[in-house]
C-alpha cells in the first residue's frame, strides 16, 4: 500500500496507519512518501519564506500575524507531525520492520519572476503573498515590502528548506 502526499491532509494520521494494517494481509507492507513542513516552518523572525527580511521585519510580522490567523488553523493537518511522528505512529500501529528515509536539502531557491511568486500558494487552501499583503498592509507598506524582497525573489538570493520522508513498514506475520 503506497501513500505519497496523501497523509499531509489527514489530520488523524494514527486512525490513517490503523485502516492501512487492518486491510493488510499478514506481511503485507506500506511505502509512505510525505512532505515534512516542520523542516521549513515556522520560519525565525526576519525570514520570510527562505529570504531575510530582517530590515523590514515589522512588516514582515504584520504578514506573518495575518498567515497566523488566516492560513495556520487551516493548514494544521500538513503541519501537525514529522519523520519521528511517523515512525512513532507506525510502530504503535503494529508494524514491524520500520525503515524511514528523510531527504534534506537547505539550498539556494530558483531566481523567479516576481509576479508569479506573489501570485502563488504554497497549497490551495492558503491565501497568495499578493491577497497577503493587500489583506494586512497599508500601500506604503506593500511597496517597501516588495522593494525589498523583489530583488531577492528575482536573484534567487534566499535559503529554501525542504524535507520528504519516505517510510516503509510490514504487517507482522503474525
Ligand atoms: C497532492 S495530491 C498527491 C497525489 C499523488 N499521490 C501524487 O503523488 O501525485 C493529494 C492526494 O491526496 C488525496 N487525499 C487527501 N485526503 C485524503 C483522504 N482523507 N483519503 C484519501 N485520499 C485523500 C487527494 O485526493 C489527492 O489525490
Given amino acids: 500500500m503506497t501513500t505519497r502526499s496523501v497523509l499531509i491532509y489527514v489530520d488523524r494520521k494514527d486512525r490513517a496507519f490503523a ?32 529570504y531575510d527580511v530582517m530590515r523590514v521585519v515589522e512588516i514582515a510580522d504584520k ?5 497566523d490567523r ?5 493548514i494544521s493537518a500538513m503541519m501537525n507531525f514529522d519523520e519521528r511522528d511517523l515512525i512513532t505512529i507506525a510502530e504503535r500501529t503494529g508494524f514491524g520492520n520500520i525503515h524511514l528515509d528523510l531527504l534534506a536539502d537547505i539550498k539556494s531557491p530558483r531566481a523567479e519572476d516576481w509576479s508569479r511568486f506573489i501570485k502563488s500558494a504554497g497549497n490551495p487552501l492558503s491565501p497568495t503573498l499578493e491577497e497577503a499583503m ?12 516588495a522593494a525589498h524582497l523583489r530583488p531577492l525573489v528575482e536573484s534567487g538570493s534566499g535559503a529554501q528548506r525542504r524535507a520528504f520522508a519516505y517510510l516503509s513498514a510490514e504487517k507482522p506475520a503474525s
Avoid at 20 to 49: A, D, K, M, Q
Avoid at 70 to 74: D, L
Fill in 70 to 74: 488566516e492560513e495556520r488553523p487551516k
Fill in 134 to 145: 493587500k489583506a494586512s498592509l497599508t500601500t506604503a507598506e506593500r511597496d517597501r515590502f
Fill in 19 to 50: 485502516e492501512f494494517f487492518r486491510v493488510l494481509r499478514p506481511r503485507g507492507r506500506i511505502s509512505v512518501g510525505e512532505p515534512i513542513n516542520r523542516f521549513s516552518f515556522p520560519e525565525p523572525r526576519g525570514r520570510f519564506l527562505g
Fill in 63 to 67: 504578514l506573518e500575524a495575518f498567515f
